[in-house]
């Protein structure tokens, strides 16, 4: 096909009020990781709407398939829908009633995503090959991504897309920075067990509580002088739970954490480190340890070409006012990773920020979009989708 901007940014302009309000149900309806059963009639009920085949991942995920006028590549153009389990203090009409909020803006990358189907939809006969639509659940809890890989839907495809609305970027901004973009994340925990009993007698004890809180001082340690000073690394440990009363030594503790990465040697040198820290710390309070890793995410990658790729389409989309190749890496993570692991891609992000309502960080109680960025995520889609099917990655 012929691409023709202007006419799709029109398509999208005129789909704007739905968008917003698809948005505001999907807000004000939030539902948390696995749970998004309502969230997923919604999409299901739209697809059917668009004609769009589809088929459930999981108990709440989604993968709708719409094929071309012909034969040709496949690309995979991705959602999140699950929402936090945080009160909501938006303070707009539309703030949740579920006690769950969509604190990091899963329910604009839905309404963003079903538009763009819309749009795909109205010009199946104008382009060859496949649009595959993933509304993965669970991203929160870094689950939704394997659920899609184990049940083989990612495999044939040629490339992948998704974008997050970030509120540290004004609306109006898109980023398609290349290389590691989004941090590895593993979530680790590490139960001491000792021996409890009165505090007036110590010595036929083994203090647990003693022993964790050596492991949280030491720990800290390995980035401080086991990595190189050029290593971007977080290790962080975020609660302990040890002891029962005042006066009675703990015989156990429980301590959680996570390390992120942006290099997956750093990352499983920093994770064998906490591990041994972890043993022969226990060790020397005469207690034991047992470490358990769970990994959430691993290192979100973006293709260098498909990143330069992203840019050109954004660059000549009529709402964008500028576009950065340079982005400064988040120790977030999000599992968007997985789909890059089978085809290459680009995760992009689009400024949903730029006043003090908008501004408010991720994942707390205040966060907000500027719903400007709506039309700016759907035309995003469509163009890269659209163009990409047509070749335009080659020239």
Known sequence: MVFDQQRI????????????????????????????????AFIAERLDALGIEHVGVGETGLLGTLTGAGEGPTILLRADIDALPLRDDCGAP?????????????????????????????????????????????????????????????????????????????????????GPQWASVDHFSIDVHGRGGHVSKPHLCHDALVAGASIVVEAQQIVARELSPFDEVV?????????????????SAHLEGTVRAFDEQVRARVLASLERIADSTALAHGTTAEFTRTVYADVLDND??????????????PGVERV??????????????????????????????????????????????????LPIGAELHVGYALRWLAGGHEG
């Open 235 to 251: 290790v962080g440990i975020g609660t302990f739970e040890s002891g029962e009363n005042y006066n009675i030594i703990a015989s």
């Open 9 to 40: 940014h029109a398509e999208i302009e005129a789909l704007t009020p739905r968008i917003i309000a698809d948005r505001r149900h999907l807000h004000r309806h939030a539902e948390t990781s696995l749970k998004e059963f309502g969230t997923s």
């Open 94 to 178: 539309w703030a949740s009633t579920t006690g769950a909020n969509h604190a990091c803006g899963h329910d604009g990358h839905v309404s963003a995503l079903l538009a763009a189907a819309e749009v795909l939809a109205a010009h199946r006969r104008e382009f060859t090959g496949t649009v595959k639509f993933a509304f993965q659940q669970a991203e929160e809890i870094g689950a939704g991504g394997l659920i899609f890989e184990r049940a083989g839907v990612l495999d044939g495809l040629d490339q992948v897309f998704g974008l997050h609305f970030a509120s540290d970027l004004p609306a109006g901004t898109v980023s398609a920075t290349a």
């Open 324 to 373: 950065i190749t340079d982005n400064p890496r988040s120790a977030g993570g999000d599992d968007f990773a997985v789909f890059l692991h089978h085809a290459p891609g680009v995760y992009a992000r689009v400024g949903s920020g730029g006043t003090p309502a908008t501004s408010h960080p991720h994942h707390t109680y205040e966060f907000a979009l500027d719903e400007a960025a």
């Open 304 to 317: 260098p070409e498909a990143s330069r790729f992203a840019t050109r389409v954004a660059l000549e989309m």
